[in-house]
Nanobody, 123 residues
Framework: VQLQASGGGLVQAGGSLRLSCAAS????????MGWFRQAPGKEREFVAKITWSGMNTYYADAMKGRFTISRDNAKNTVYLQMNNPKPEDTAVYYC?????????????????WGQGTQVTVSS
């Protein structure tokens, strides 16, 4: 499956932004999905994950209450709604496909990756 992340850009702190991850060449219904991010000079870190059905989601502590992961399997797309972003959220954001019912927080356990989309949050 190929993943294409989009929706990044420049946003002011306190604003909002929605990232999309469109899949092709496969059905994302077969995968749990995750969002990760990587800032310059830092390791890739977990942001959020969602099971194949969308019934279960999980967030990194720093994102709880601000970010929302969702999916539309009919559109083969996963989303990350970013509300009240902060300058420290500036990073390249990646979507990934992994284990269907128990997607993990480690990037090493994901099978497919999108190319990333840059998010820059200004203060």
């Amino acid at each position: 499956v190929q993943l294409q992340a989009s929706g990044g850009g420049l946003v002011q702190a306190g604003g909002s932004l929605r990232l999309s991850c469109a899949a092709s060449g496969g059905n994302i219904r077969n995968y749990g999905m995750g969002w990760f991010r990587q800032a310059p000079g830092k390791e890739r870190e977990f942001v959020a994950k969602i099971t194949w059905s969308g019934m279960n989601t999980y967030y990194a502590d720093a994102m709880k209450g601000r970010f929302t992961i969702s999916r539309d399997n009919a559109k083969n797309t996963v989303y990350l709604q970013m509300n009240n972003p902060k300058p420290e959220d500036t990073a390249v954001y990646y979507c990934a496909a992994g284990e269907r019912s128990f997607p993990r927080t480690s990037p090493d356990l994901y099978d497919y990756w999108g190319q990333g989309t840059q998010v820059t949050v200004s203060s």
